[in-house]
């Protein structure tokens, strides 16, 4: 009963019931907005990392795991393998491991020189050799990359000389190729490079193999530095017209953060002691 003089207004039962329900309106609706941002967050989140696509998510598998695995390799002028490496890149850190593989290691009744095919050899075949070395030690490569006598030279151009320390003299004369270096500190350009280090694979065994590999990392480490990596751009536009490669544009733009960390390391790339061609 109201009261003389009291001035709070009624309240009746009506007008509480729609207040309760104008509240249960507003939460809902607030409710409503934070399912949909959860929901709009998600699936941008899961869009960015493939969880939709089961296919681009085993594609971007080694890019999760900021690894790049490129078989390189080198032929000499009729197209026979002068020496085949594992070259393992970490995006994250800018460091990288090489490799040794010797040629005349053997899958399914061939060598990989064999399987390459020569100086006939064209985008197939190389696709081929990288599936037998994938399927031979297990491995699996995103990309290869082959040099031959030819372009190496245009290739150190680009790059710069290998520089050099000899112990003793040097003297090669094999294959209508000729190289005589003194004892002492050499600038070598592409084709005596080339020619050096073909001295150094000789017959292919797993020692020559493995210091192969040394030479081959020095050289990458003296390539690897902070004026290449300014021209990195121009550098891959010119270089890759004169390799055989599958590495394109875009595989380039995610390579560049090891290149940038990489540049500011004195020795980025190491050569490990070979662990393949164990029949040999």
Known sequence: MRRPGDKKPLKFRTTRKENKI?????????VAIVLLVALMSGFVLFKNTGLFHRAEKEVDGNAMKHTVNILFGGTDTDGSLVFLSRLELNTRNGTGKITGISPQSRYDRQSFNEILGG????????????????????????????VNEENIGRVLLKLGYYDITL????QYD?????????????DLNGNEFYTYLKYVVGGQSIEETDAATVVIADWLNQELTPENFNNSQALFESLVNAVSTNITISDFAGYKPFLEKASDRERPIKALKNVFDEDL
């Open 167 to 170: 112990e003793e003299e040097f």
């Open 119 to 146: 100086k006939e050899a064209d985008t197939f075949s190389r696709d081929r050799l990288v599936k037998a070395v994938g399927e031979r030690y297990g491995e699996t490569y995103d990309r290869y990359l082959l």
């Open 22 to 30: 104008r509240n249960r309106k507003i939460l809902l609706l607030f």
């Open 174 to 186: 094999a294959g209508g190729q000729k190289l005589h270096l003194l004892k002492g500190q050499h």
